[in-house]
């Protein structure tokens, strides 16, 4: 859901960089499309500039920095993190110096949904429905990620243009019951 930025602006030796690390753009969940706002007082940005990890893949067990301050600009999640000097972080640093590993996402809880139906506007008239907004929400820890939720941000990601149908809410319905079945796994 976000990017890694200002690769070429830091010095070699620095172990920090900018990240964008959630946005607004729309993203398919199982009960639909879901948005993530990011207007003043959405994001609770007090445990990420506390105790704020960077983790791998959102892989507890793969923590490989720390995030250093955490802000909202432009309706992103940006943060300011550095890399860790263990063998595992390493390993990563070098792959996001190197340009291989170019994009971030973020675990979050969620406070408060507003629902919009379709071809109806969110209490803003930023959004048209059918979609459910994350009104107030917290990021939990940031992570560099090879497979980001989102493929239309990062660095050398575009969007298609492609849209897809609102689910049904018997389609819903299957989908919540299929994710169900496969985390008892």
């Not at 994001?43 to 990420?48: G, T």
């Not at 490989?64 to 943060?79: D, F, Q, S």
């Not at 429905?129 to 980001?148: D, F, H, M, N, Y």
Request: aromatic letters at 8%.
């Amino acid at each position: 859901m976000g990017q890694i930025l200002s690769r070429e602006d830091q010095p070699q030796e620095s172990r920090r960089r900018t990240i964008s690390f959630s946005s607004e753009e729309p993203y398919r969940r199982f009960f639909g499309m879901e948005i993530l706002d990011h207007g003043e007082n959405a994001v609770d940005l007090s445990r990420l500039n506390s105790v704020g990890v960077l983790l791998f893949n959102h892989n507890t067990d793969k923590v490989v920095g720390k995030v250093i301050r955490a802000w909202v600009e432009n309706h992103r999640g940006m943060a300011e993190v550095e890399f860790d000097t263990d063998d595992d972080a390493e390993k990563i640093f070098g792959k996001v110096r190197s340009g291989t590993l170019k994009t971030t996402s973020v675990r979050y809880s969620v406070d408060a949904w507003e629902e919009v139906v379709a071809g109806k506007q969110s209490a803003d008239g930023r959004f048209t429905g059918p979609c459910q907004i994350a009104r107030k929400w917290t990021p939990l820890e940031v992570s560099v990620v090879s497979v980001p939720a989102d493929p239309t941000v990062g660095v050398g990601r575009a969007d298609t243009g492609q849209t897809c149908a609102p689910l049904s809410v018997y389609e819903r319905q299957i989908q919540a019951n299929k994710n169900l079945i496969f985390n008892r796994r």
